[in-house]
């Protein structure tokens, strides 16, 4: 008999670490897509450390390693790893916001939606509100026939710019995430925070009318829409990314009256 041997984790894909920042008493927590990882908004999360920021970027679980580990898990092990970190931010910082793209525009809102006030604004890329096309329909019964299909990864108009993710989609992690964005929906009217939403015109995982929905349903009266022109799905990574840093910059220092001295950096 074989002594028992534990099984070695997955080590985490080069980039996809996740990422912290101590910076002053104003936090962001920032929340990746589905199966994407902190790569994807590392940039952006640099750029708040700079401006003396305290910023936390977590790896989602089941993201970042291999398309097996997501496997195993949903978005109940999504929504808890950011609501843990947002606890975290909250019990250190006088004033937090919290930022995402994709579906961690999804999770966003659903931190927004649940936390009220402790939350002083939110900011969205691109945030996904539905599943779509008829393959939609098919993922109840399609997830125990087939265990994964064809990813989207690196939607990015800018020549040489990748995205670190999984090329390949699991069906029970597909299913899950569309359970998690019909729950999102109905949560969108308790959304009462400043809102910053930037979307893309051509884009080729999430369709603009994700975006109109959520503007249509959120009660937040200080809204700003911004249309990213020239970027697709994975905008922070794309020809945009500058002008979504600038635009938070601004929407920031509206809202919080200081952002804190420079701190020292976690993360790879």
Not at 8 to 37: I, Q, Y
Not at 201 to 223: E, Y
């Amino acid at each position: 008999m074989k002594p028992y041997e534990q099984e070695t984790p997955v080590p985490v894909l080069p980039g996809a670490e996740p990422f912290r920042h101590e910076g002053g008493e104003v936090g962001v927590l920032l929340c990746h897509g589905f199966t994407g990882s902190p790569q994807s908004l590392r940039p952006w999360a640099d750029h708040l450390a700079e401006r003396g920021l305290t910023v936390s970027l977590p790896l989602l679980p089941g993201h970042g390693t291999r398309w097996e580990d997501m496997q195993v898990t949903g978005w109940q092990d999504w929504y808890a790893e950011v609501d843990r970190e947002l606890r975290v931010l909250l019990e250190r910082c006088t004033q937090v916001f919290v930022f995402g793209l994709s579906m961690g525009g999804a999770l966003a809102l659903r931190l927004a939606a649940r936390h009220g006030h402790d939350i002083a604004g939110i900011a969205v890329v691109n945030p996904a509100n539905k599943v779509h096309g008829l393959s939609a329909y098919a993922l109840p019964v399609a997830r125990h026939l087939v265990r994964t299909t064809k990813g989207l990864r690196s939607d990015i108009a800018k020549e040489g710019s990748e995205e670190v993710g999984y090329d390949r989609v699991p069906l029970h992690a597909a299913h899950s995430v569309r359970n998690f964005f019909r729950i999102v929906d109905t949560e969108l009217p308790q959304v009462t925070q400043p809102l910053l939403l930037l979307h893309s015109p051509q884009d080729h995982v999430v369709p603009p009318a994700d975006s109109a929905r959520i503007l249509s349903r959120v009660s937040s009266m200080d809204v700003t829409e911004v249309v990213l022109e020239q970027s697709y799905h994975v905008a922070t990574l794309d020809h945009d990314a500058e002008r979504i840093f600038d635009e938070s910059d601004a929407f920031i220092g509206r809202l919080a009256p200081s952002v804190g001295k420079k701190g020292s950096s976690t993360g790879g």
